[in-house]
């Protein structure tokens, strides 16, 4: 037994998944506290073990696994499991709503594993089993929330993608003749390279969320328990970054190089739809009135930063993808869990039926206030940093109309993001929530950790910069200029601490000017001037409502356009479906003994072919 | 001790049973009992019937092919006649003659003998389905099954005016010492094929199922599903890979037919409402499958995913076919909820069309990933493609299904599951995983089954 072996930390958590299910059945909530347990365990073992270069990669009792540590695989997981363990402090507060409690608790566990194995492997078809195994061990947590609609179409768009990434890997296993990853993205080439690259994209995109694959996305986050939403937006989404990192930068180019920006075209074609991506995130997140679903289509868009940047693929690049891979999990974890705090009490997450939870919750504000600041890109926050790295590169490569794309997303996303701040933690504060108090201090505790780390990545970002520069070299870049306080782009060099610092200098003026000027008076929410009449439907005068029609009535003409398109998919199965039916499957036995006749005269009368 | 007593003892017993109505259905439990253990002591070999040696008598043939369908299909029978004991009784006598049609289909060599052993069976089916008290359906299966078999006893009769010689491992002998070239085998294979593909739920040659599963009491609908479907599998294995070569030309429209039936078949299953439906066409896509892996020569791993088949089929119609006997519907929206008071029964559930949809932890997806492998070793990207298209339709139903099934607003209907019916799936659930997550005995298993026909394995 070797307990920094990778085998060993699977099977345990495999185990104690079991064991979770077991103590949930006697008690929902013990089991409940094995899931905050086995994920902490597994995100210090894997940090720990990981960076200290101590994981065996040996395996005793799983026959035809393989493991493998490589850097890029050690970031992913890390923060993945971070996330996970995170989030799993919520689980106790949450058990009771489910239908199924023990089932939760293990099944939680259960996508924790399939995680690991993903990720610590160097065959094919390990990270395939474990990629599966992911899948419908999240698929069910996702009913236990408020609606089981969503379900079926996460399983459908995920089957596809990783049917697309099945398929790659045999065809990659047909040139290299093996599982081996390294090889088969090596040594694939010819036809069969642009098919590989166009299926890793596909499987990459249905895991992202980028369109056209981005259906599921706020429709299961919408939906799924609050803790499983922020899992699925700060972890599971990040195994379709994963596989775009083997697709889009290891995957050597596979069709002609347009010679005026120096780039592949397959690749430009995947930067474009990830432009695409962005903003069709930006414009529906703004018209979301439920703030689940908002946070969802800014992760579709986020998606869409990190597929722009790794097909651009300098060292610059890849640092700005994965660095946003780290920002966007540990910020929309945050955020998704502070929405959650507030879901818990209030039991909605529409954003025109809050407000003014400031005053209830002032830590889960300021947490959640972080966490959009860094999800909109402004310093002195993580994603700063990786969007200023992603904006260098467009820019440098030169990419006018992916950049378009980019930049609107950015600017979008401040419409957006203040929005539910304003609307749910701001403004007045409703009468029905007047008595509810600031979330437990065991969920206020996981809130605070990300907090302080996306504040430590916006500040700090080197260390953490330094471990992806091993990852870029690995894959071929050139390393990012660091050093101890200063990051240098193409066009000039940042100094992240010293924004802060500056940052720090401002919100403190106007701290100084907020408690020497005079108080604002405060008002209730029927303070609203009427004009004498009474108001039958006082929820429409909420601020909050069609905050942005003018902008809105522009595109939604067109919002469906995607629904339908996947409805008539879906119809037309159908279709064809009764079409056997009823030329097949009547009561009539004289018609299967027509089409017997038919079948044998045709194929008679074709003799001659053979 | 001969492996021929597989098929008499049933038969004698059928003959004794119409003696004592209330004895037949003990005896038919004992016989089915003693053919489960009686297997495990015969040797394998070639059993010529009467003394007269091949080509001239009947000979059956016990290699590892048929042993492990024998195994298979008998303790499935058995498992099935536990199920539904209630229904058992009155057609005691009838499941003796489909007990012993069915391992006379596993075991001979003869083609002409295996005619009859399609009749005997049939027969027995035909009677069986009686059961369901939808007599309009069985008159349609009657009808199709008899034309079926015509179709396969003409094919035969040119065949044997062509070869002269009935035996199976003869026949194969002479076809390719006589030179005779595989078009001019065509015409009978091709009849022949047509007579299987009856049975073997085929497209288009089987309207039949709907009448007959879509009415299912919990007797037919895991026996016809399950054990026939496995057997007929099995026998159609056994033709393509050790009597014809097929040319590649009928191959490539063969292929086709069956593909046609695959696509057909998961989007019935998709546009339909009702869980034996469902579950039906679902198997129809499942059986063209298989049939597709022995034209393309994976038989190893062809009679795994029978296996697999058998067992997961087994565990969905029995579950269905007991639901819906009890609750007179099998409109899925009416079934909501059902499993969240019988977690047992939906485990069962859920695993079996788990592993039919090839998630990994479940054989489905053990077979599905080598049979794919096969597949690309082949450089079938069509036909691979294809597959995977259509897993992602069934996964898409099952999961749809599953998710109705389990969770629901209003209060589930309740329904009595006895205790043996939750024994049998639950260890059929258990075995599923068992070989999903313990590759090891398939591997061999395959191996096993490849040496008989001299293939050359995955190794």
């Known amino acids: ?610 | 001790m001969s492996a021929v007593l597989l098929i008499a003892v049933p038969l004698l017993a059928a003959f004794i049973s119409i003696l004592n109505k209330k004895l037949a259905p003990v005896l038919l439990l004992l016989v089915s009992l003693f053919n489960i253990v009686s297997i495990f002591f015969y040797s394998l070999g070639t059993i010529t019937i009467g003394g007269f040696e091949a080509p001239y008598g009947i000979s059956l043939v016990l290699d590892n092919y048929s042993l492990i369908g024998l195994i298979v299909i008998n303790i499935a029978f058995f498992l099935v006649l536990l199920i539904s004991y209630e229904k058992v009784k009155k057609v005691a006598t009838v499941l003796l003659v489909a007990l012993a049609g069915l391992n006379g289909l596993l075991l001979t060599g003869d083609l002409f003998n295996l005619f009859v052993f399609i009749e005997v069976s049939g027969i027995a089916a035909y009677l069986i389905s009686t059961t369901n008290k939808k007599y309009v359906a069985t008159f349609n299966y009657l009808v199709i099954g008899t034309v079926g078999s015509s179709f396969y006893l003409l094919g035969l009769i040119i065949l044997y005016a062509m070869v002269g010689t009935l035996n199976m491992s003869d026949m194969a002998l002479r076809i390719s010492s006589e030179g005779i070239s595989a078009a001019n085998l065509s015409l009978p294979f091709l009849f022949m094929f047509i007579g299987l593909g009856v049975e073997a739920k085929l497209l288009p040659f089987n309207s039949w199922v709907k009448g007959i599963l879509g009415n299912s009491n919990k007797l037919v609908g895991p026996m016809i599903a399950s054990v026939y479907a496995g057997t007929i599998s099995l026998v159609f294995g056994r033709i393509l890979t050790s009597v014809f070569v097929v040319s590649d030309r009928l191959g490539l429209i063969l292929t086709v037919i069956l593909l046609v039936g695959i696509v057909a078949g998961e989007t019935m299953a998709f546009a339909s409402t009702k869980l034996r439906e469902i579950l039906l066409y679902s198997s129809i896509a499942q059986a063209s499958l298989v049939i597709i892996l022995f034209l393309e020569g994976i038989t190893g791993w062809a009679v795994m995913m029978v296996i697999a088949n058998v067992i997961s089929k087994l565990v969905l119609f029995a579950i269905a076919s007991y639901t819906s006997d009890e609750l007179k519907t099998d409109e899925v929206d009416n079934l909501k909820g059902i499993f969240s008071k019988n977690k047992i029964i939906g485990v069962a559930f859920t695993i079996a069309s788990l592993s039919v949809s090839g998630l990994p932890l479940f054989m489905g997806f053990v077979v599905k990933m080598n049979v794919l492998t096969s597949i690309f070793d082949g450089e079938d990207y069509l036909l691979a493609a294809v597959i995977l298209l259509t897993s992602i339709v069934e996964g898409v139903y099952f999961v749809r299904v599953l998710i109705k099934l389990w969770y629901n607003k209003e209060d589930a209907k309740t329904i009595n599951y006895n205790f043996v019916i939750k024994y049998i799936v639950s260890v059929l659930a258990v075995l599923l995983i068992v070989f999903g997550t313990y590759t090891t005995v398939l591997n061999d298993q395959v191996e096993t089954v490849n040496e008989v026909f001299e293939i050359g394995g995955n190794e």
């Open chain 1, 1 to 610: 037994m070797n307990f920094a072996s990778i085998e060993m930390i699977l099977m345990i958590t495999l185990a104690s998944g079991v064991l979770a299910y077991l103590i949930g059945k006697l008690n929902a909530k013990l089991g409940s506290i094995v899931t905050i347990l086995v994920s902490m365990y597994v995100t210090i073992a894997v940090i720990y073990f990981g960076y200290n270069g101590e994981l065996v990669i040996t395996t005793e009792y799983l026959p035809l696994v393989t493991f493998k540590v490589t850097n890029i695989g050690l970031f992913f997981a890390s923060t993945v499991t971070f996330v996970f363990a995170m989030v799993s402090f919520f689980n106790p507060f949450f058990i009771d709503k489910y239908k199924f409690k023990a089932l939760y608790s293990m099944l939680y566990i259960f996508s924790l594993v399939g995680i690991l194995g993903v990720f610590f492997t160097d065959n094919f078809m390990t990270l395939f089993v474990f990629f599966e195994f992911t899948v419908w061990s999240s698929m069910f947590l996702i009913p236990m929330g408020k609606s089981t609609k969503s379900t079926t179409l996460y399983f459908a768009m995920s089957t596809i993608g990783s049917f697309a990434l099945l398929y790659a890997i045999f065809l990659m296993r047909s040139q290299s003749g093996s599982f081996d990853i390294d090889q088969g993205l090596a040594m694939v080439s010819g036809a069969k390279a642009t098919w590989t690259y166009i299926l890793l994209s596909v499987a990459a995109f249905a895991k992202l969320g980028a369109f056209p694959l981005h259906l599921w996305l706020p429709k299961v986050l919408g939906d799924a328990p609050d803790p499983v939403t922020a899992v699925f937006s700060g972890g599971l989404e990040k195994l379709g970054a994963f596989v775009a990192v083997m697709g889009l930068v290891r995957l050597a180019p596979v069709s002609f190089n347009i010679g005026a920006i120096d780039m592949d075209f397959a690749r430009y074609v995947i930067a474009f739809i990830g432009s695409i991506t962005i903003i069709i995130g930006t414009l529906m997140a703004i018209r979301q009135d439920d703030a689940k679903k908002l946070l969802a289509y800014s992760s579709m868009s986020n998606g869409g930063y990190i597929i722009v940047a790794l097909t651009i693929g300098n060292g610059i690049a890849i640092s700005g993808a994965l660095y946003h891979v780290l920002a966007h999990a540990i910020a929309s974890a945050a955020a998704f869990l502070a929405i959650a705090a507030v879901a818990r009490k209030t039991n909605t997450t529409k954003m025109s039926e809050l407000g003014g939870m400031i005053h209830n919750m002032p830590i889960t504000y300021m947490v959640y206030l972080i966490a959009i600041i860094s999800m909109a890109g402004i310093p002195p926050m993580g994603g700063f940093i990786s969007k200023w790295m992603i904006f260098q590169a467009v820019i440098n490569k030169g990419l006018p109309i992916i950049a378009i794309g980019v930049f609107f997303g950015s600017i979008g996303s401040f419409l957006y993001v203040f929005r539910p701040l304003a609307a749910l933690f701001l403004g007045q504060q409703l009468p029905e929530y007047k008595h509810l108090k600031e979330a437990p201090f065991f969920m206020v505790l996981p809130m605070i950790i990300l907090s302080g780390l996306i504040i430590y990545t916006g500040v700090l970002p080197n260390y953490i910069l330094g471990k992806i520069n091993e990852i870029v070299v690995d894959l071929g870049a050139t390393a990012v200029t660091i050093t101890e306080y200063t990051i240098t782009g193409f066009n000039g060099t940042i100094h992240p601490a010293l924004i802060s610092g500056m940052f720090g200098v401002g919100v403190f003026v106007a701290f100084l000017i907020f408690i020497t000027f005079k108080k604002s008076k405060k008002v209730t929410l029927m303070d609203t001037y009427t004009a004498g009449e009474f108001i039958y439907t006082e929820e429409l005068l909420h601020y909050s409502v069609d905050f942005y029609a003018p902008l809105e009535r522009l595109y939604e003409k067109y919002i469906h356009i995607m629904e339908k398109t996947y409805d008539s998919i879906r119809n037309k199965i159908a279709e064809v479906g009764h079409f056997f039916k009823y030329y097949f499957f009547t009561n009539k036995p004289e018609v299967s003994v027509f089409w017997i006749v038919i079948i044998v005269s045709l194929l008679l009368w074709g003799e001659s072919l053979w």
